[in-house]
């Protein structure tokens, strides 16, 4: 009996052993299969990325040849209506911005009328520019030149608002009317200029008298 007893224990202790060992390698199975379909995801997902790289690269070489051909045209509009002004030295830069006030945007201004063809009646001068270098704006500069009379026919008048996309800057117009009778009208619209400057803004200029007291 005690024979038979053993027996079965070896028995039943071999069984509960297979068990174990079956269940722990599926256990590792299942882990290794999960693990396999984690990288079969990854795997395709990379393929598809790959896949995708010759349209991206042509993209890519495309918005380059883009971008190098917007440059040139900024470049080329900027040389064309944007005065050399840059404020990376403020003192300097408020210096050409003072020229460019008296010397060069005023004598401009005043004689693109009858450059046109029309007759100004009226008196435009050029707002003075500010004394504080660093008081300005300098991602973009705004000088309301005022308003504009000029007189003419229609066909002319017209012409002469259009030729403003000739001038040597950059401008805004806004018409405020147009009266009369052609060959006999008169147009009253107003101009703002706009200049924006080159490069980085240099540090902020000290300037006497900015400290701050000290209080007793």
Known sequence: ????????????????????????????????????????????????????????????????????????????????????????????????LWKEHAETLGPLIRAWPAKTGVTMTNTVTIPPPPVDPNAIDTSVIKIPVGAFTVTGDYTTLMNHLRSWNRFNRLVQIDVGSLTGNSPFMTLNYTVTVYIFPRGETGPAVPMAGAGTATPR
């Open 1 to 96: 009996m005690s024979k038979l007893k053993a027996l079965h224990v070896a028995i039943i202790g071999s069984v509960v052993c297979i068990l174990i060992g079956v269940g722990t390698y599926f256990l590792v199975i299942k882990k290794v299969t999960e693990e396999i379909t984690a990288l079969d995801g990854r795997l395709a997902a990379a393929t598809a990325v790959e896949n995708t790289r010759p349209q991206v690269m042509k993209r890519l070489a495309d918005a380059k040849i883009n971008n190098m051909r917007l440059q040139v045209t900024l470049e080329k509009y900027m040389r064309a209506k944007m005065p050399a002004i840059s404020f990376q030295d403020r003192p300097q830069g408020m210096i050409a």
